[in-house]
């Protein structure tokens, strides 16, 4: 009955159900993201507690990195097989039950397993090919914005839930916030299933932007052969590869360095994680402004010259980062603004080009692959940054090694081909 209720206020008001279907979509986004944050809140507790290392915990970071970016292309065959709302609600459901489990763990495997492997995998089903597979599906226009949108959801969830889960570990312990998190996935079961649509067909409406209602292509490939089958038709292209590199440097200089490690590497200035923690929250804030700004401007411009300022100026202000640190509050304030307006910028005109050389119809599973590769690169960083501090005592070197690869990126983004030519190859 709520759904009908919703279905045909949207019609009364001439609200389109996408843009329903966007804000269940963000809301999951931002739960998924926030809970894929919370190790780096509980690296200082579990050292404390379990004597377990920066490394160690980040290893766990760097699993749940892996796979959350290697689930991508294979969610996006599963969405087209058995439809975006099953997939995201078992992908909710298999989340709780590793958070269920968390707050028995006496061994560093158990974590591995509850937070690197069911965690990763179930967070990577709910990933930017989610929020692709939204925009394609259900808008002709306004396609940016959407992902813009849907991809800040990611800082966003940061902004919600880091102080917040901060605040109860600190008080009352990293159990409490668990048990934070498990009830926000509990509320949001629900809504996903009363709210949630696969396709604009379900409902009889078109495209937002269209006047065509469209039934879907029936998914007639091999869950596990056809995204790889379509890694191997992409692997051909070397916009692809240019894609998939600048995503690598994108993923070891995003959340991999600065979402796993910046609350440990403020706590060795002293400041204290609740602040730390808030530091990236405003990052959130900036970055829900930049990326969705960053939607619109893909709209309208060449996205090659977009990726080249964002990385450049990633690249600036990582190397400014300990530096920052060393100075004080205000320093890092300057960094947390001007880093979170350009924290996941480059996905809006990273998934332009993608569907542009390699069609709407492919462009989900082909994307799915250039975050495997951003994945890939924040894996390593996870771990290279924590072993490097265990090392040296220090978070400068790999903080200085993300901002020269950002240059890197740079240019590598201008020698991507003009987008449009390329789908003939496949």
């Not at 975006?84 to 028995?104: F, G, H």
């Not at 590598?412 to 449009?420: E, S």
């Amino acid at each position: 009955m709520g759904v009908n209720r919703v279905e045909t206020l949207a019609k009364r008001t001439k609200l389109h159900y996408g843009w329903i279907v966007v804000l269940v979509t963000f809301f999951t986004l931002i739960v998924s993201a926030g809970i894929r944050s919370v190790p780096s809140i509980f690296m200082l507790p579990f050292e404390k507690e379990f004597g377990w290392g920066r490394a160690d915990v980040s290893s766990v970071v760097s699993i749940n990195i892996f796979l959350y970016g290697l689930m991508g292309p294979f969610s996006a065959a599963l969405m087209e097989r058995f439809g975006t709302r099953r997939v995201v609600l078992i992908s909710l459901i298999c989340i709780a039950a590793s958070l269920s489990l968390t707050p028995m763990i006496t061994a560093l495997w158990q974590f591995d397993l509850l937070w690197g492997v069911v965690v990763g995998l179930g967070t990577g089903s709910l990933a930017n090919v989610l929020g692709i597979t939204i925009a394609n599906r259900w808008f002709a226009q306004n396609k940016g914005v959407v992902v813009g949108i849907l991809t800040a959801s990611a800082a966003t969830g940061q902004l919600l839930f880091l102080p917040l889960l901060a605040k109860i570990t600190v008080d009352v312990g990293w159990r409490y916030a668990i048990y934070t998190a498990i009830a926000v996935i509990a509320v949001l079961i629900p809504v996903v299933a009363i709210w949630m649509r696969n396709h604009p067909y379900d409902i009889g409406v078109a495209p937002y932007g269209s006047d065509q209602v469209v039934k879907p292509a029936v998914f007639k490939g091999n869950l596990f052969m056809t995204p790889l089958l379509t890694l191997r038709d992409a692997s051909k292209n070397k916009a692809f590869w240019l894609l998939a590199g600048t995503f690598f440097f994108c993923g070891f200089s995003t959340n991999g360095l600065i979402g796993t490690h910046l609350i440990p590497a403020c706590g060795d200035f002293g400041i204290p994680e609740v602040t730390a923690a808030g530091l990236l929250a405003l990052m959130g804030i900036f970055d829900l402004v930049g990326t969705t700004m960053s939607g619109w401007l893909t709209d309208r411009f060449d996205g090659r010259w977009l990726l080249f300022w964002y990385y450049g100026l990633r690249g600036i202000s990582l190397i400014f980062l300990p530096e920052a640190l060393g100075l004080g509050y205000t320093e890092l304030l300057i960094f947390a603004v001007f880093y979170g307006l350009d924290w996941i910028a480059t996905v809006p005109p990273t998934v332009k080009i993608a569907s542009d050389v390699f069609g709407k119809e492919k462009a989900g599973m082909v994307f799915g692959w250039i975050v495997v590769a951003h994945q890939l690169g924040a894996s390593f960083a996870a771990y290279e940054a924590g072993l490097l501090r265990d090392l040296l005592g220090s978070y400068s070197l790999p903080f200085l090694m993300a901002g020269f690869v950002c240059m890197i990126a740079a240019i590598m983004a201008v020698r991507i081909g003009r987008t449009g030519t390329a789908a003939r190859a496949l």
